[in-house]
């Protein structure tokens, strides 16, 4: 009777044994699969003058532009308050006044896809779902990239615009 009790014993010892490390695995993947948009690129905007001014008189910007790529540098683990704060400071762009080169509605229509985005990753953070969470980061930092090209295409053929713009209205056809 005592070999059957000591041969059940080491069963479940055994059965343990291989659930503890099937667990780490499985932690370590996760890891892993979180871990692989840290190398994610963050577009930087040329040395321009013309760009630089611009962009020093939006309120609320350089706020905003921290909070969001923080958190491609940051861990997911602590992420939920950081995308909370990138929420936050989207809303309060949103808010304010933006410069006549850059506000418009694609502007308007971008940011929002980035508040979407944020609220997207909160989602898969409160919930704890690692991999969804980094697909949404990369989407995010996607959208992000996208807008602060667009919005460096914006100003820098600021001038252009305004230059067709005249022309047009001077060639106007009258009857």
């Given at each position: 009777?005592?070999?059957?009790?000591?041969?059940?014993?080491?069963?479940?010892?055994y059965?343990?044994?291989?659930?503890?490390?099937?667990?780490?695995?499985?932690?370590?993947n996760d890891?892993?699969?979180?871990?692989?948009?840290?190398?994610?690129?963050?577009?930087?905007?040329?040395e321009?003058?013309?760009?630089?001014?611009?962009?020093?008189n939006?309120?609320?910007?350089?706020?905003?532009?921290?909070?969001?790529?923080d958190?491609?540098?940051?861990?997911?683990?602590?992420?939920?308050?950081?995308?909370?704060q990138?929420?936050?400071?989207?809303?309060?762009?949103?808010?304010?006044?933006?410069?006549?080169?850059?506000?418009?509605?694609?502007?308007?229509?971008?940011?929002?896809?980035?508040?979407?985005?944020?609220?997207?990753?909160?989602?898969?953070?409160?919930?704890?779902?690692?991999?969804?969470l980094?697909?949404?980061?990369?989407?995010?930092?996607?959208?992000?990239?996208?807008?602060?090209?667009?919005?460096?295409?914006?100003?820098?053929?600021?001038?252009?615009?305004?230059?067709?713009?005249?022309?047009?209205?001077?060639n106007?056809?009258?009857?």
């Amino acid at each position: 009777m005592k070999k059957w009790y000591l041969i059940l014993i080491l069963i479940i010892i055994y059965n343990c044994s291989n659930s503890i490390k099937k667990n780490r695995k499985e932690s370590i993947n996760d890891t892993i699969k979180i871990e692989n948009y840290k190398n994610l690129k963050i577009y930087k905007f040329p040395e321009d003058p013309k760009i630089d001014s611009v962009i020093k008189n939006i309120k609320n910007f350089k706020i905003f532009r921290k909070s969001v790529e923080d958190l491609f540098i940051l861990n997911p683990n602590g992420l939920h308050s950081f995308i909370n704060q990138g929420i936050t400071n989207c809303n309060e762009l949103l808010s304010s006044e933006l410069p006549i080169s850059i506000n418009n509605p694609q502007v308007i229509s971008r940011l929002k896809v980035i508040k979407t985005k944020l609220l997207i990753s909160r989602y898969h953070s409160s919930i704890g779902e690692n991999e969804l969470l980094s697909k949404s980061i990369i989407e995010l930092n996607n959208s992000y990239n996208y807008f602060l090209e667009m919005i460096t295409d914006m100003i820098l053929n600021e001038n252009i615009t305004d230059e067709l713009e005249q022309k047009f209205e001077n060639n106007k056809i009258s009857f």
